[in-house]
């Protein structure tokens, strides 16, 4: 296996871990998520620890989905390579900031707990406020900075590059551009996140990216002159 197929080996794999992790952290925490009284009651702490974990593992996998990339995308334009791996970077650390706040609440709760007299309406607000800080990083983050760097800034990169078909980096851009325009649609209170219209408007995104694990995992990169250029300085 040459090294620019084991680049592209890496890259699917932690594009299909952002998958891998983010599902079950999602799930583990709704219980948290869904439970307005959640920082009032008897709730699983360590559940909402280990969706936090995983998480954590999923901030992780898209700041080297970047990384591992740049090295190759950077041939077709550095300052466009930059700017992908700075979105995914900021979108990762807003992840974390969504984590934070629902690792506070956990807080909270244990605290209520071992109050005396405390005021559970107070604990209640807090906790929806925490969890509502969680909500608005999955718009900022996942949708925002995905949408623009995953789709339109890496689509881009894949497209001039030819480093996979081209129709699915036409897909991925387009994609991309929904993503954001959707995320836009719901800062400005258009509809609600948890919608239909939000999921159809995210849901290329995610096929985009699935597309991106899938190919560069099992095919690897297309043949395309910026890998040839590599081969040439090589010998």
Known sequence: ???????????????????????PGGILHLPLVDEPNYVVGAGSDTVVALGSFLEILTAIAGIATAVVLYRIVRRVSESVAIGYVALRTVESVIIIVGLISLMAVVTLRQD?????????????????????????TAVLGPAYCAG??????????????????????????TAGTLAFATATAVLFGAFERDTALSTIGILPEIVWEAFLGIYLTFKGFRPSPVLEEELARAR
């Not at 109050?115 to 559970?120: F, I, M, N, P, V």
């Not at 789709?151 to 590059?161: E, N, P, Q, W």
């Open 1 to 23: 296996m040459d090294r620019d197929r084991r680049t592209a080996l890496y890259a699917g794999l932690w594009f299909i871990g952002t998958f891998v992790f983010s599902i």
């Open 112 to 136: 209520f707990a071992q109050a005396t007299g405390a005021d559970s309406t107070l604990y209640v607000t807090v906790g929806k406020g925490l969890v509502a800080i969680h909500s608005w």
């Open 148 to 173: 623009f760097g995953n789709g339109i800034l890496l689509g881009y990169l894949m497209f001039r590059s030819g480093l996979v078909p081209r129709p699915w980096a036409m897909f991925g851009m």
